[in-house]
């Protein structure tokens, strides 16, 4: 899939970023309300919603474009 929304750690929040972009789009004061401003945004734009740890570890990935049917890793 070749968009992505971010969704990472900054000193002063969270920011949710497309994959590309320079800036982010807002910084959010909690976690779970930058998920959820990512999750919609990932939806729109069919995207897929990267999230990360504060230490930069990938602990989220959900896909919201066109999967293939089956996965290609499930033949």
């Known amino acids: 899939m070749s968009k992505q929304i971010w969704v990472s750690p900054r000193s002063k929040g969270w920011a949710v970023k497309s994959a590309g972009k320079s800036r982010a789009s807002k910084i959010y004061q909690t976690k779970a309300e ?12 069919k995207a897929e919603l990267v999230s990360q740890k504060r230490n930069g570890q990938i602990n989220l990935k959900n896909s919201y474009g066109n999967d293939p049917m089956p996965p290609r890793d499930k033949d």
């Open 34 to 45: 930058a998920i959820k401003a990512g999750r919609n945004q990932a939806i729109n734009s």
